[in-house]
């Protein structure tokens, strides 16, 4: 599950909106066409068999599954990493990104819709895995700049590994989620887990004080840090204050609810109850939490 992220910050394309306003017009035409060539090319020089899925995106087999079709309106599981055509050079890898078809292809640490990749999990079977070559206006467009220490150019043709793992409904995310929050907890080694309302999963680490408890619309100063499944922090507060935990993620809700001051804890919360299908973005567009995501905060009650 965990998720690797070899290239996330964008260091001088703030605001950058991905292919999204790139399709349109004779420029968009002429280089699909001039991609679409490069791409051939290298394919039937390679002696690599494919596949045309749309104009400008092509297909090399490299596992037939046999499972079901994709469906863009259920929930996906595929595991991904992106190179360049040109040199080879792989810049962004994620072993379990999960989302809606339907509802966009948007990554961690990124701004805009990949519509490239949006676009090839539509053709997939569960247990596909392929090669794909994918024209520059589907995915960054005349866009250009680095990615760490990786330099992505303008028309830059992408070549995507894609592995389709699983197709769910909501009730089976729900479960997985579920399985996955329980394998945490044991390979973390925490003691009398507390499973609480709607999946959430509450552990305290140190007990609190008093008689007062927490109501569900308190308000309370905390200290948190918030964790997603692979350890990477995105966001902490050593004093935040909250007029009303209800106005918070129903995850903090159910979570801090009962509890009295000075009380430490480890909440597991399902993304059902925390961002859901939708994910959370920055203000400058970009991904902060994807979508479908578990989270963990260690949380402690400072007071309310």
């Given at each position: 599950?965990?998720?690797i992220v070899k290239a996330l910050m964008l260091?001088?394309?703030?605001?950058?909106?991905?292919?999204?306003?790139?399709?349109?017009?004779?420029?968009?035409?002429?280089?699909?066409?001039?991609?679409?060539?490069?791409?051939?090319?290298?394919?039937?020089?390679?002696?690599?068999?494919?596949?045309?899925?749309?104009?400008?995106?092509?297909?090399?087999?490299?596992?037939?599954?046999?499972?079901?079709?994709?469906?863009?309106?259920?929930?996906?599981e595929i595991s991904f990493t992106l190179r360049?055509?040109?040199?080879?050079?792989?810049?962004?890898?994620?072993?379990?990104?999960?989302?809606?078809?339907?509802?966009?292809?948007?990554?961690?640490?990124?701004?805009?819709?990949?519509?490239?990749?949006?676009?090839?999990?539509?053709?997939?079977?569960?247990?596909?895995?392929?090669?794909?070559?994918?024209?520059?206006?589907?995915?960054?467009?005349?866009?250009?700049?680095?990615?760490?220490?990786?330099?992505?150019?303008?028309?830059?043709?992408?070549?995507?590994?894609?592995?389709?793992?699983?197709?769910?409904?909501?009730?089976?995310?729900?479960?997985?989620?579920?399985?996955?929050?329980?394998?945490?907890?044991?390979?973390?080694?925490?003691?009398?887990?507390?499973?609480?309302?709607?999946?959430?999963?509450?552990?305290?680490?140190?007990?609190?004080?008093?008689?007062?408890?927490?109501?569900s619309n308190s308000g309370v100063t905390v200290?948190?840090?918030?964790?997603?499944?692979?350890?990477?922090?995105?966001?902490?507060?050593?004093?935040?204050?909250?007029?009303?935990?209800?106005?918070?993620?129903?995850?903090?809700?159910?979570?801090?609810?009962?509890?009295?001051?000075?009380?430490?804890?480890?909440?597991?919360?399902?993304?059902?109850?925390?961002?859901?299908?939708?994910?959370?973005?920055?203000?400058?567009?970009?991904?902060?939490?994807?979508?479908?995501?578990?989270?963990?905060?260690?949380?402690?009650?400072?007071?309310?």
């Open positions: 599950m965990n998720r260091m001088a394309l703030s605001g950058l909106i991905f292919s999204c306003n790139e399709k349109e017009g004779d420029n968009f035409n002429e280089q699909l066409n001039a991609d679409s060539e490069m791409i051939e090319a290298f394919l039937t020089n390679n002696s690599i068999p494919n596949q045309k899925v749309i104009d400008g995106i092509y297909e090399a087999s490299i596992t037939d599954g046999t499972g079901t079709e994709i469906s863009p309106s259920q929930i996906i360049k055509f040109d040199t080879g050079e792989e810049f962004y890898e994620d072993t379990s990104y999960t989302f809606i078809p339907n509802k966009g292809f948007f990554v961690e640490g990124v701004a805009g819709n990949f519509i490239g990749l949006n676009e090839v999990v539509r053709h997939m079977n569960v247990g596909d895995k392929s090669d794909f070559y994918i024209a520059s206006g589907y995915m960054f467009g005349s866009l250009s700049g680095e990615f760490n220490d990786i330099t992505i150019n303008s028309n830059q043709i992408i070549v995507a590994q894609i592995e389709a793992i699983a197709q769910r409904t909501e009730n089976e995310q729900k479960d997985h989620e579920d399985q996955v929050i329980n394998s945490l907890i044991t390979e973390a080694e925490f003691t009398d887990p507390e499973e609480l309302a709607n999946g959430v999963y509450r552990i305290i680490t140190e007990e609190g004080t008093g008689d007062e408890t927490i109501a200290a948190y840090k918030g964790s997603l499944i692979n350890g990477e922090t995105f966001d902490e507060s050593n004093n935040a204050t909250f007029t009303n935990i209800g106005n918070l993620i129903e995850g903090w809700k159910i979570g801090l609810t009962g509890l009295k001051k000075d009380t430490k804890i480890v909440l597991f919360i399902p993304s059902h109850v925390a961002y859901g299908e939708n994910g959370s973005f920055t203000q400058t567009g970009y991904v902060a939490i994807p979508s479908f995501e578990t989270l963990i905060f260690e949380v402690e009650i400072l007071d309310f």
